[in-house]
């Protein structure tokens, strides 16, 4: 069978991975991917929210199955596109996209199905929120409405910090009309946990949980980014923990959606954050994350493919998902300047016996070799018996991988190995 990939990043490579060991595919299109995933996949230049362009490619090659992997084209309707010309598709349609699509959407929905989240306002008008912020408790976070590409979440410490941050968004439209509303809300002390979640609108089979680290710096500092690396399974996501998210988030937000006529069927990521008072939701996503997918798909024992067809098919309950009892460390090898300015177009050199351990997010190929295309360039995944072992060992090869300005974490996994002591 064929199989089409909409996206390009280190997400897509990785699921792109994991499709390629169904002996049954025979090929896999990737629109556009990239030049590490051309290796893989056969890349079509593509872009992930040229919806016309997907559905006429379609259209011509008429894959047996389809997956959308990024927010953007699952918000824009691309799963309800290709579905309408008879693909059936991985992902959810874009009536139900929108838990990610608006955080309006997504805090209003636990409000009124009372799953458990940090107390929040939002806002339309820049002057009400400004008015709010004289006297609402700091610090405080500010979240821009829209999709901002992993970015439009602000932690502002100090009252001043959060205006301007209200003003950046709403004024000054840092993040395009994806900030004409916000919302301010509490926050929120504790760990925080990524649970990847299958469903198909009747089942939630959660994945292994995972930590990313989302700051460009050592220790948790700088910027946000879309994330320098992930660990898994996350030591603070305990059996105890597991089971209250289940029977608090997991369930009550598949059947909210149900509810509202906006059955979710694809992969819900849970944002959460494990409090004093127990697990809450930061923020819901639509997809896959990036990097959390590069260690949680590596731990998969059961056939992927086979997951998402009866995810599509409403049949998950049959399937028996099983998952490695090891651990998995992704470092990501970023160009030095990210997320803020960088230089690109510099050869990347990989050994042929780490490839199966790499999954390229920016670079493309040009005249036969692959050179850095972006901000984060690629991410290298170990899985090992143990976490320590698993870090170890990502960044080893790390070590082996050479372009200029490449920059990247040292840090990646130290919190979780303080947690398990």
């Not at 469903?199 to 089979?205: F, M």
């Given at each position: 069978m064929n199989v089409l990939v909409v996206g390009g990043g280190g997400r897509e490579h990785a699921i792109i991975k994991k499709i390629r060991e169904n002996k049954n595919v025979d090929k896999i299109y990737a629109l556009p991917g990239n030049g590490g995933i051309a290796r893989d996949a056969e890349c079509h230049p593509i872009k992930a929210t040229d919806i016309e362009g997907i559905?006429?490619?379609?259209?011509?090659?008429?894959?047996?199955?389809?997956?959308?992997a990024p927010d953007d084209p699952l918000v824009m309707g691309c799963v309800d596109a290709l579905t309408n010309i008879g693909i059936p598709c991985f992902g959810p349609e874009a009536k139900a996209a929108v838990i990610e699509g608006s955080k309006v959407f997504s805090k209003n929905l636990m409000k009124k199905y009372g799953?458990?989240?940090?107390?929040?306002?939002?806002f339309d008008n820049m002057d009400d929120?400004?008015?709010y912020l004289e006297s609402a408790p700091i610090p405080t976070v500010i979240k821009a409405d829209g999709l901002a590409l992993g970015k439009g979440v602000i932690i502002a410490e100090t009252r001043e910090d959060a205006k301007e941050a209200v003003r950046e968004m709403m004024a000054d439209h840092k993040?395009?009309?994806?900030?004409d509303r916000i919302v301010i809300e509490e926050f929120l002390e504790g760990p925080e946990v990524s649970v990847l979640s299958f469903?198909?609108?009747?089942?939630?089979?959660?994945?292994?949980?995972?930590?990313?680290?989302?700051?460009?710096?050592?220790g948790d500092t700088g910027l946000n980014t879309g994330g320098m690396g992930t660990i898994a399974p996350n030591p603070y996501y305990t059996e105890e923990v597991a089971a209250r998210c289940m029977e608090e988030i997991f369930l009550p937000t598949m059947r909210a959606m149900n509810e509202e006529g906006r059955t979710f069927k694809g992969c819900l990521y849970f944002g959460l954050m494990i409090t004093e008072k127990g697990p809450k939701v930061i923020e819901y996503n639509c997809r896959f994350g990036d990097p959390e997918t590069q260690v949680v798909l590596p731990l998969l024992e059961t056939d992927l493919l086979t997951i998402m067809q009866a995810v599509t098919e409403e049949r998950l309950s049959e399937i028996d998902v099983?998952?490695?009892?090891g651990a998995a460390c992704c470092v990501v090898a970023a160009s030095d300047g990210y997320p803020v300015k960088y230089e690109k177009g510099y050869e990347i050199t990989i050994p042929d016996e780490i490839w199966p351990c790499v999954?390229?997010?920016?670079?493309?190929?040009?005249?036969?070799?692959?050179?850095?295309?972006g901000g984060r360039v690629l991410g290298v995944t170990a899985v090992r018996p143990t976490l320590r072992d698993a870090i170890d060992a990502s960044y080893d090869m790390l070590d082996e991988i050479d372009f200029a300005n490449k920059y990247y974490r040292v840090d990646i996994g130290q919190r979780a190995l303080k947690a398990l002591k």
């Open positions: 559905v006429d490619f379609a259209k011509k090659v008429r894959p047996d199955y389809a997956v959308v799953i458990p989240t940090a107390r929040y306002q939002t929120a400004l008015y993040f395009g009309k994806s900030g469903t198909d609108g009747k089942t939630v089979v959660p994945m292994i949980s995972s930590m990313d680290h989302k700051r460009a710096g050592d099983k998952w490695s009892t999954f390229v997010a920016g670079a493309a190929e040009e005249d036969g070799k692959l050179v850095t295309s």
